[in-house]
């Protein structure tokens, strides 16, 4: 629980009252690999902190899962427009190998941002985050080539390569996974 208060301290001050209120209020989940932390059409959507694993975000078209982000050890993750207006879940979010993740309901929460308003600055923080990376994620997508994009990734999160199928790492860059396979061998 201590690595979650240290994450949040990141974005704000915690008092030791919203401490103890976070620590009351988040519970510590285990989740097992392939197993899906928010399901598309989910309609109570949780915010989870990622304290082991690596989940995907995906969605289904026309019977293909596409792969839209990856969420590493340390990072907050929901389904945020859903989470925020209180709609179904339009993404999954599924875990990629066994995961620990402490999560808080929507409920729970805009009860303690009512209690706490510098939770509310802590929302607006994170919300800005969130944005900015899926900015980027939509600027690489379009402005880098399929072999550019691969080896940005491999250069931010080496990690990925070693602990994510390639499959969903073809599905994320927009190829298939034998245009990912000849990038990976004409880099040899």
């Given at each position: 629980?201590?690595?979650?208060?240290s994450?949040?301290?990141?974005f704000?001050?915690?008092?030791?009252?919203?401490?103890?209120?976070?620590?009351?209020?988040?519970?510590r989940?285990?989740?097992?690999?392939?197993?899906?932390?928010?399901?598309?059409?989910?309609?109570?959507?949780p915010?989870?902190?990622?304290?082991?694993?690596?989940?995907?975000?995906f969605?289904?078209r026309?019977?293909?899962?596409?792969?839209?982000?990856?969420f590493?050890?340390?990072?907050?993750?929901t389904?945020?427009?859903?989470?925020?207006?209180?709609?179904?879940?339009?993404?999954?979010?599924?875990?990629?190998?066994?995961?620990?993740?402490?999560?808080?309901?929507?409920?729970?929460?805009?009860?303690?941002?009512?209690?706490?308003?510098?939770?509310?600055?802590?929302?607006?923080?994170?919300?800005?985050?969130?944005?900015?990376?899926?900015?980027?994620?939509?600027?690489?997508?379009?402005?880098?080539?399929?072999?550019?994009?691969?080896?940005?990734?491999?250069?931010?999160?080496?990690?990925?390569?070693?602990?994510?199928?390639?499959?969903c790492?073809?599905?994320?860059?927009?190829?298939?996974?034998?245009?990912l396979?000849?990038?990976?061998?004409?880099?040899?």
């Open positions: 629980m201590s690595e979650l208060i994450a949040i301290t990141k704000i001050s915690v008092s030791p009252a919203l401490n103890d209120a976070l620590t009351e209020n988040f519970e989940i285990t989740f097992s690999k392939k197993e899906r932390f928010i399901k598309e059409g989910q309609i109570s959507i915010l989870g902190y990622i304290s082991e694993g690596i989940l995907r975000c969605f289904n026309d019977g293909e899962d596409i792969t839209t982000e990856f590493l050890p340390h990072f907050f993750l389904d945020f427009s859903s989470f925020m207006s209180r709609k179904p879940a339009t993404r999954n979010f599924e875990c990629l190998e066994d995961a620990v993740i402490y999560t808080i309901s929507q409920d729970k929460l805009f009860k303690l941002a009512a209690q706490f308003p510098e939770l509310n600055d802590w929302g607006g923080r994170m919300a800005q985050q969130l944005f900015q990376q899926s900015l980027q994620n939509q600027e690489s997508l379009k402005a880098l080539s399929p072999e550019e994009r691969y080896l940005h990734m491999i250069s931010t999160t080496p990690e990925l390569i070693q602990r994510v199928p390639l499959g790492i073809a599905s994320y860059l927009g190829i298939t996974q034998v245009h396979s000849r990038i990976r061998k004409n880099l040899r």
